[in-house]
């Protein structure tokens, strides 16, 4: 008789999760059996999944029913044979990032640029995503899942597994500015400053010893509340008021900034991330996270003519995830300013589907299992 355990499962894309008992998963021989004490969610998950299909064909979800659930941290439970360096009891976030380790760029440490990349628990970037969800059918909606050692990031005793459950959007931010190559000195720009992807971009921006900090956002009240984070370095403008170029030119006094992380939200009009290219400086970079769809018209001349860089960025790998975590051990980023909102398992139908009234990206919606 195998152990049960309690796991939310979605047998029809646009119908509730439901609450089920399945066994406990056998633990294989280069992976890990993780006791699941939080696990973050979007807040918009429920609308996502029910207009996935005809949003985005290119990505596939899980076969039918699937345990979604992205951003899982817990506890390891039990290590397989060929697991080295974490044992049972260690504090872990698992990293949803799934690559097979075979094709061409997986070998050349290019983890991200897997041809069968694939987020466990929640979708694929690959038609070849299917033969991962095989061996990774358990998302963090359950009480207990298995994940590969090489997902695993330690993470310190002065972070809350809530915290942890949100390394996966602190991490996305956290990419986009080392790939801008923000630094001690750096100048950047984070269009969508308080929304879940932007404030992390803040926080991390601040632990990296960016000089300025560009914020923009709709929200007043919430802008102010970004600011007051460090007053001296960061700097918010309400979009619409006035041109954003003619306020970053201020702010930097006509230099221009060096880098923008464009977070924008889902729905955001193209023409604000121009308006934040605009900002760059001569050689400046902007990396796109955010949720800007559909076509964007680029000047592409004035792109080569400046030295401009436009790039995107998918997720973060777990070196990463890692070095975030050690950020916060070390007291350099502090992650003390999310409000957690936590909820059982039996209420992941309402968590998901009821979250209007949030704070921005200081609200934090975890599962705990
Ligand atoms: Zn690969």
Redesign the pocket.
């Known amino acids: 008789m195998s152990k049960m355990m309690r796991a939310a499962r979605m047998h029809e894309v646009g119908k509730p999760m439901e609450i089920e008992r399945i066994p406990v998963p056998e633990v294989r021989p280069g992976d890990v059996l993780v006791k699941v004490k939080a696990c973050g969610i979007v807040p918009n998950l429920g609308n996502v999944l029910s207009n996935w299909g005809t949003w985005f064909p290119h990505l596939p979800l899980p076969k039918l029913p699937a345990i979604f659930g992205l951003d899982p941290a817990g506890v390891i439970e039990a290590v397989g044979s060929q697991v080295i360096g974490f044992k049972p009891g260690d504090r872990v976030y698992v990293n949803p990032a799934r690559?097979?380790?075979?094709?061409r760029?997986?070998r050349a440490g290019e983890?991200t640029a897997?041809?069968?990349?694939t987020f466990n628990g929640y979708f694929g970037f690959s038609r070849r995503s299917q033969r991962i969800y095989d061996d990774y059918p358990y998302g963090g909606l359950c009480e207990y899942m298995t994940a590969p050692q090489y997902s695993l990031v330690r993470i310190p005793g002065n972070m809350r597994f809530e915290q942890a459950a949100r390394l996966g959007y602190l991490g996305t931010a956290y990419r986009a500015l080392r790939t801008a190559g923000v630094g001690p000195g750096s100048t950047v720009l984070i269009n969508g400053i308080s929304g879940t992807l932007g404030l992390g971009g803040a926080l991390f921006a601040l632990a990296l010893g960016a000089r300025r900090i560009l914020g923009t956002g709709r929200n007043v009240e919430l802008l102010q509340r970004v600011k007051a984070l460090a007053p001296d370095r960061i700097h918010v403008h309400a979009l619409g008021k006035r041109p954003m170029r003619d306020w970053s030119d201020e702010v930097t006094e006509g230099e221009g900034v060096d880098a923008v992380i464009d977070a924008l939200g889902p729905g955001a009009d193209p023409r604000t991330l121009l308006d934040a290219l605009s900002t760059l400086r001569r050689g400046g970079k902007l990396v796109n996270v955010g949720a800007v769809a559909g076509e964007v018209p680029v000047n592409l001349h004035y792109l080569m003519d400046n030295d401009i860089t436009l790039v995107g960025s998918a997720w973060f790998t777990t070196a990463q995830g890692q070095e975030m975590a050690d950020l916060a051990e070390a007291g350099v980023v502090d992650l003390s300013v999310f409000e957690h909102h936590s909820f059982p398992l039996e209420k992941v139908n309402e968590a998901i589907g009821g979250i209007e009234h949030r704070s921005g990206g200081f609200s934090n919606f975890v599962i705990c299992p």
């Not at 690559?99 to 094709?103: H, Q, V």
């Not at 897997?114 to 990349?117: E, G, Q």
């Open positions: 690559y097979c380790g075979a094709c760029n997986c983890t897997c041809a069968s990349y």
